[in-house]
């Protein structure tokens, strides 16, 4: 502890300078001590998100990271043989799960966002607490359990990477807040633990080592000297090094290098650049504005803080809402990475439980949680283009369980990766979705349900891989989602790329077309 520390808990304050409510910096039992806060905690997971627990698929992004895992663990290697453009570690971490409780069983991989949502929960009410100095900051959790599914179900419900990447960014905000730096050889530990958690949460997405900036800013503006500052930088960087190493190092030695730097690195700045500069600034303006109004409650009781939540939480949501910008599209997950230090910001505040905002904010949330509670139970009904795809790939997919066996594979031609799900079949080739190779790239007018010049955005490479993997190892079955007008691939049927239709029409025939879709099985 520095001097400064001594002296302030000394006279019944805090090291940051701020009055503690009671001496040692935390305040006298209260009734809000007595609350079994983990089960609170989990508790509303399980309100706000029982409707996972009976809903099939939110977005489509759950599905393509089912198909890539289960493909995993069939053996392929990322990138290499199993193809995106997003880290690993969303994958990696369905992969898991599969391997544990078998192939397909989204709900378990449900249940274990369920308990990342709560883990980030709890360690931001231990943060909260610590930082405001009394048990009223454990509503900084709660308030990021509920939050995380204001907005609309299909881009907050699904179990998407930032609700997985934000537990280790709240591991590594609790290391380096300046309240944990002391003198008894725990620092370099935690500031290097601090490190790897920010480059494990960089796996789930990259622009969330930008964290790592906030924490710099954090570890620099605490007490010491500046040598002592920089040894803390250098810990918080060898930590983030390790893995950052490890990760790309593996792909160097499992000599799948170029596919990594290919499509896991360089192919996102073409992704990026790939959205008109006017549709970035509209993009900007709607979905920020949307996610000010979903969180409302919480922008009710923000103040502008001192001391730890200042050093800490501020950098924290700046660096995240800059994250937010990369790509330009501003989906409505993306904001969720910037959810934990606005709570933070909500609830360490000296006078966010008094006035006229708190009742409002707390009437506001409350309405909130209940509509999106039933928005969330009744997403099909409120979306019927959604329950019709639904309903088709469940068609397709038990057309193709009937005519097939376990180990058999199937490709799916479009960008409908339900059907591997619902079919329980491996990929047969590496790609979950054919955006590549048609130039209907996500957020952009290309994507649209009729958009035409899409070619300009094709990626030969990908034309390349497709094709080999079919021919290296025909699936048994193909399905033409174009033909069939699944998921915005209407006017984009097999038919209209030469080569790949001359392979299909030579090696595969036309077997039945549940629901309006074209099968075409292997001729052995």
């Known amino acids: ?54 809903t099939s698929f939110f977005s489509g992004d759950e599905a393509t990271y089912s198909a890539l895992a289960s493909r995993i663990l069939s053996g392929a290697l990322p990138y290499a043989s199993a193809v995106d453009h997003k880290p690993v570690g969303i994958e990696l971490t369905y992969a898991a799960i599969y391997a544990l409780v078998g192939r397909n069983h989204l709900l378990a991989v449900r249940l274990v966002m369920f308990g990342a949502v709560w883990l980030t929960g709890l360690v931001l009410s231990r943060l909260g607490q610590r930082i405001r100095g009394d048990c009223s900051g454990r509503f900084a959790g709660l308030a990021y359990v509920i ?29 380096v807040a300046p309240t944990t730096f002391d003198e008894h050889g725990r620092e370099r530990l935690r500031l290097f633990l ?30 010491g000297s500046v040598r002592a500052r920089i040894g803390r930088l250098a810990w918080l960087a060898a930590g983030f090094a390790v893995i950052a190493v490890s990760y790309v190092g593996y792909f160097a030695l499992s000599g799948a290098w170029d596919a990594f730097a290919f499509w896991g690195w360089g192919f996102n700045f073409f992704y990026m650049a790939a959205i008109p500069g006017d549709l970035v600034m509209w993009n900007a303006v709607r979905f920020t504005l949307q996610a000010a109004a979903f969180w409302l409650p919480l922008l009710l009781l923000v103040r502008v803080p001192s001391g730890p939540a200042a050093r800490l939480a501020l950098p924290w949501v700046g660096v995240m809402l800059l994250s937010v910008t990369t790509g330009g599209r501003f989906f409505a997950h993306y904001y969720l990475m910037a959810l934990p230090p606005v ?44 329950q019709a795809y639904d309903q088709s790939y469940r068609a397709v997919a038990a057309f ?26 491996v990929m047969g080739t590496r790609f979950p979705f054919c955006n590549y190779h048609t130039g209907k790239i996500w957020g952009t007018p290309s994507d649209d349900l009729d958009a035409t010049g899409t070619e300009a955005f094709v990626v030969p490479r990908a034309w390349t891989e497709l094709l080999g993997d079919l021919d290296a190892t025909p699936p048994r079955f193909i399905i033409d989602g ?36 074209p099968v075409f099985e292997l001729q052995q």
């Open 147 to 175: 939050a995380t599914t204001w907005g609309l179900p299909g881009a907050l419900q699904s179990a998407n990477t930032e609700l997985f990447l934000n537990l280790p960014l709240c591991l590594a905000a609790a290391h």
């Open 343 to 386: 709570c933070l910001l909500a609830f360490t505040g000296r006078r966010t439980m008094a006035g006229w905002r708190w009742p409002l904010a707390l009437g506001l949330g409350a309405l909130l949680t209940v509509a999106c509670i039933t928005l969330s139970f009744t997403w099909y009904r409120l979306k019927p283009n959604l």
């Open 1 to 54: 502890m520095h001097a400064g520390e001594s002296r302030a808990v000394a006279n019944g304050g805090r090291p940051d300078g701020a009055v503690a409510p009671g001496a040692g910096g935390l305040a006298p039992a209260s009734p809000w001590s007595r609350i079994p806060w983990p089960l609170v905690l989990l508790f509303a997971v399980l309100a706000t998100r029982a409707a996972a627990l009976c």
């Open 194 to 223: 601090a490190g790897v958690l920010t480059a494990v949460a960089a796996l789930y997405k990259y622009q969330s080592a930008l964290a790592g900036c906030a924490w710099a800013l954090a570890v620099w503006l605490a007490d």
């Open 482 to 517: 174009g033909a069939g007008e699944l998921d915005r691939y209407r006017g984009h049927p097999i038919d209209r790329y030469p080569e790949l239709a001359s392979f299909v029409h030579r090696r595969y025939r036309l077997v039945g077309e549940p629901a309006g879709v």
């Open 400 to 425: 193709v369980d009937q005519r097939s066996g376990a180990d058999d594979r199937i490709f799916v031609w479009g960008n409908s990766p339900e059907i591997y799900y619902y079919a329980d079949r």
